[in-house]
């Protein structure tokens, strides 16, 4: 399975922050599979997000509930983060992740994408 991140790498603060992650080589709704947003920043380090289940349950995490969503499109095979209200602290690089374990996918997911960089600045 393969996954590829987009989305602006720049956003300023106050404002919605919006990813894809195209999966290829596997589908989104396959039976067991949990699907995640990770970031990582050199102050804080890797962060769970949240995630997607095959049956399209969404977990976020509670220091995030209040401004994240997570969705997917089943036809277009592609999960999604959105995030509101960002701040300049939320400059890392996000990562989309899957595993068909519920544990591994919110820590040490098997499959990653390249992940790509996101600025908030003015």
């Known amino acids: 399975v393969q996954l590829q991140e987009s989305g602006p790498g720049l956003v300023k603060p106050s404002q919605t922050l919006s990813l894809t992650c195209t999966v290829s080589?596997?589908?989104?709704?396959?039976?067991?599979?949990?699907w995640s947003w990770i970031r990582q920043s050199p102050v804080k380090g890797l962060e769970c997000l949240g995630s997607i289940a095959y049956s399209g349950t969404t977990f976020i995490n509670p220091s995030f509930k209040s401004r994240t969503s997570i969705s997917r499109d089943n036809a277009k095979n592609m999960v999604y983060l959105q995030m509101n209200r960002l701040k300049p602290e939320d400059t890392a690089v996000y990562y989309c992740?899957?595993?068909?374990?519920?544990?591994?996918?919110?820590?040490?997911?098997?499959?990653w994408g390249q992940g790509t960089q996101v600025t908030v600045s003015s």
């Open positions: 992740a899957t595993d068909p374990s519920i544990t591994a996918v919110r820590s040490t997911p098997a499959y």
């Open positions: 080589g596997g589908s989104i709704t396959t039976n067991y599979y949990y």
